[in-house]
Every structure is written in C-alpha cells, then in structure tokens.
C-alpha cells in the first residue's frame, strides 16, 4: 500500500509543479516546448522501468502473479507502449473537440491538465473493476479479447467521413440540460456569470466532452494492458505515465497528425494482436518478448510508411 500512496503522491507533486510552476500563465504551447517535454515523459516513463526492477526484486509491492524483475519491466514497458499508441486516436478526437468549441490555443493546457486529473480516477477505477473481474470470472479475459478485435474490425470498416462532431455528441446535449451554455470564453475560466446567471464556458464544456471521449477510449485500452498483465501496479502505472505524457504530446503531435494517416493500421494490428493473445492464452503461450517485439515493429512501420507516403505527396 506505502508504494501506491508514494506512486499517487509523486503523480500529484508532478501535476502541482505542472501547473503551478511550469505553466502558471496561460501561453501558447509552441512545438519546441511540447517536443522538449514529449521527451522527459518519455524518458521518465522508460526510467520508471528501473524502479519496476527494483520493486519486484525487493519485494516492496505486491506480486499476485509471481513475476520475476525483468519480467515485470517488460510488462510494463510493452503496456506503456500500447497505451501510448492507443493514444494517437485520442489526441485525434482532442483536436477535433478543440477545434470545434474554439478553444484559444493558449488555455489548451489548462483544459488537459484538469482532464488528466479526471482520467486519472476514471482509469483507476476501470482498472480495478476489470483486474477484479478477470481474476474472479476467467471467462472475462475471453469476451475482453473478442471486443478488442471487434474494436479492430469497427476501425477498418468505418468510413473516413464519419467524424465525430462534439456539438451533436449525447454529452454535449446532456450538459446543456444541466447547466446553461455561454458561446464565449473568458480568459481561462471554467464559468461565468451573466445577469446573475451562471454559464459554463466552452472551455467547461470541452473538458466534459474529453472527460467523456476519453472512458470510451478507456474501454479499449484497459482491456488491451489486461492481456499483457492482470497486475495491477504495472497495469496502473503504465496506464498513468502514458496520460501524463498525452498532454505534451498532444502539442507535439496536433499540427503532424495528417503526416501519420497509416498508424491506424498499426492500432489494428496491435488490437487484433492482444486479442487473439487473450482467446488463445490457454492454448498458446506468447512470450512477452514477442508481444514488445510485435508492437514495437507495427509502430515502426506504420510510422516509415506514414512518412514515405507524406513525403511522396510532397514531392
């Protein structure tokens, strides 16, 4: 329990310098910045695999399933690095969602950084219902691994025009029921008052709608880390360090997305993969290593392809 409340506290102190310090006045959040940043999450995130390796040979955190240090640091690096990629399509629908509300670039991160804090319990509590099920039915781990190549079949076959549209979402029509609706921002406030009424802004309503996107994605994720491990400090913390590099590489990423159109394929392969993984997990055992191979080489390829095809446009 002491290494959780020390992992949660780090996270907090984390977040409390990103907002408090670092990003105290609401600026524009240029590429240079954001790509500085991508890398430290990045590196904290690679190097946080040491103290896996630390915890697991000491015996500091709970070991329900019996794994060996490196193992437990290859699990966790291959669930970090889907959750990373799973991500892509969120910060596709961020953009969209920003796009749509006319969010000022420079009250971006303000908006993130209070989504974090949203996904952060959200994931949480998914996670701990979905290890709980697993390991309670194990039948779970065989619908789980159906709904991810579903997820998969649902990307390949839905068409490209079929974008979402935040002001005719369910949420967005929900929230307007609750709380009245200002079309206009005011510096970065979350609400406002207008002849003793009080509206939430669209910056409000942008965060709710991110909120809301981003348990949908969560459906998908989860499930996906499920298959590589059912423990749940690697499924939590792997989880966690890929939500606290989004933000950045969101900035990084938002204004490059179209360069990268065949990574989607590579989100397929790597769905389709993890759930076949969970089907056949009785008959067939996938080292871990070929799990981190597979999802290491599907990036890689749909990242040279994405590049090469943007770069045969160019020319």
């Not at 970065?188 to 009080?198: Q, S, T």
Request: glycine letters at 6%.
């Amino acid at each position: 329990m002491m290494v959780w409340i020390c992992f949660l506290a780090a996270v907090m102190v984390f977040l409390a310098l990103d907002l408090g310090v670092f990003n105290k006045t609401p600026h524009i959040i240029s590429t240079k910045e954001a790509s500085k940043w991508t890398a430290i999450w990045v590196a904290m995130s690679f190097l946080f695999a040491g103290v896996i390796h630390w915890l697991y040979g000491s015996s500091f955190v709970e070991n329900p399933t019996g794994l060996k240090p490196m193992g437990a640091v290859v699990k966790y690096i291959t669930g970090y690095l889907i959750e990373l990629s799973l991500s892509i399509d969120n910060i596709f629908v961020i953009a969209i969602i920003f796009s749509s509300f006319r969010i000022p670039q420079k009250y971006q991160h303000r908006v993130l950084f209070w989504g974090i804090i949203g996904a952060i319990v959200f994931r949480g509590l998914m996670i701990y219902f979905g290890v709980m099920l697993i390991n309670k039915f194990a039948w779970t781990t065989y619908l789980f691994g159906a709904f991810l190549i579903f997820t998969a079949g649902k990307m390949l076959f839905q068409k490209d025009d079929a974008e979402f549209e935040p002001k005719k979402s369910w949420i967005y029509r929900s929230l307007g029921k609750i709380i009245p609706i200002t079309h206009h921002t005011e510096g970065e406030h979350f609400f406002l008052k207008e002849n003793g009424k009080n509206y939430a802004t669209p910056l409000f309503v942008a965060l709710i709608v991110i909120e809301f996107m981003d348990v949908l994605f969560a459906m998908d994720s989860v499930p996906a880390i499920l298959a590589i491990t059912s423990d749940p400090f690697l499924v939590f913390s792997s989880n966690i360090f890929a939500i606290l590099g989004l933000r950045s590489m969101y900035f990084f990423l938002a204004n490059m997305l179209q360069k990268f159109s065949y990574l989607e394929y590579s989100l397929m392969a790597i769905l389709s993969f993890v759930g076949i993984k969970m089907i056949v997990h009785e008959y067939l055992e996938v080292p871990e290593w070929a799990s981190l191979a597979f999802i290491v080489v599907s990036l890689g390829i749909g990242i040279l392809v994405s590049l090469q095809k943007s770069k045969n446009q160019s020319e």
